[in-house]
């Protein structure tokens, strides 16, 4: 692999691509990095024996692929100290609410890809959404198909402002399945059981359902409805959460977290 890969920012999710790139053969000495934290390059450099820059430099015009994984409040800002070395390059953006009009304007190349991973990337089980602008190719695709599958799972959407809705539904969903966990660990240790012991059957039980969900062919709803026999335990529960529109609540919070994606483009993707 000659492709030289450079990282603008170098916290969690872009350790998470990197480790997945080292785990795949990808030569240490085709990555750079690029991060203004001593405590970001050290955890890099105590990770994958990298040995991470502080700014940006001539040594990015080198880069075929540039992969931004910095804060939207940052983004302009570093965006156009790195521009002047990198309008070769291919971007590959993962910062979320930054749309591609501005990262275009910003970086002076039209080759750019919005992906939205989530955290499960961090080992290996995530899953991103991505959206190509026009003057990407099929080959650039491929290849940042090939970078983002070493983090997980990942679908290519037709139009950028369903990335929004990405975020709603796996960008922002594991912190709902911990809410989710926290309550059923916490109704747990009250019934009788131990935190301990609660903790551990409500991980399996998501781990478990998940897994069933994905080798399955039928739709949660009839998986659910499978468990859900009448007049049984799980269909009190359930009783229960229908009572309470669980369901209305989970979709609203969905649109709320949607509207802050789109309130983000308005405050930091202004070009």
Do not use: C
Request: proline share 4%.
């Amino acid at each position: 692999m000659t492709q030289r890969i450079a990282f603008i920012g170098g916290g969690n999710m872009a350790s998470a691509i990197i480790g997945g790139l080292i785990k795949q053969g990808f030569p240490l000495s085709q990555l750079d990095v690029v991060d203004p934290s001593a405590e970001a390059r050290e955890a890099l450099h105590s990770r994958f024996d990298l040995q991470p820059h502080t700014e940006a430099g001539d040594f990015l015009r080198s880069s075929d692929l540039v992969i931004w994984a910095v804060k939207p409040q940052i983004f302009k800002q570093v965006a156009l100290t790195v521009a002047p070395y990198t309008a070769q390059a291919l971007h590959l953006s993962v910062a979320a609410g930054i749309p591609s009009d501005s990262i275009a304007q910003w970086v002076g190349s039209e080759r750019i890809v919005r992906a939205m991973p989530n955290t499960p990337a961090l080992i290996g089980k995530g899953i991103s959404g991505l959206f190509a602008r026009a003057a990407v190719t099929s080959a650039d695709k491929d290849w940042v198909g090939q970078v983002m599958a070493t983090t997980g799972e990942f679908l290519w959407l037709d139009q950028e402002e369903l990335l929004n809705a990405v975020i709603a539904v796996s960008g922002s969903g594991p912190a709902y399945m911990f809410y989710l966990m926290e309550a059923m660990t916490t109704g747990g240790t009250e019934m009788g059981l131990t935190r301990e012991q609660a903790h551990q059957l409500t991980v399996a039980t998501f781990i478990g359902a998940g897994e069933l969900a994905k080798a399955s062919s039928e739709q949660p709803k009839v998986l659910r409805q499978q468990v859900t026999s009448k007049g049984g335990t799980t269909f009190a529960a359930i009783a229960s959460m229908e009572d309470d529109d669980m369901q209305a609540l989970l979709i609203n919070a969905m649109y709320a977290a949607r509207q802050r994606a789109a309130e983000l483009t308005a405050e930091f993707g202004a070009a």
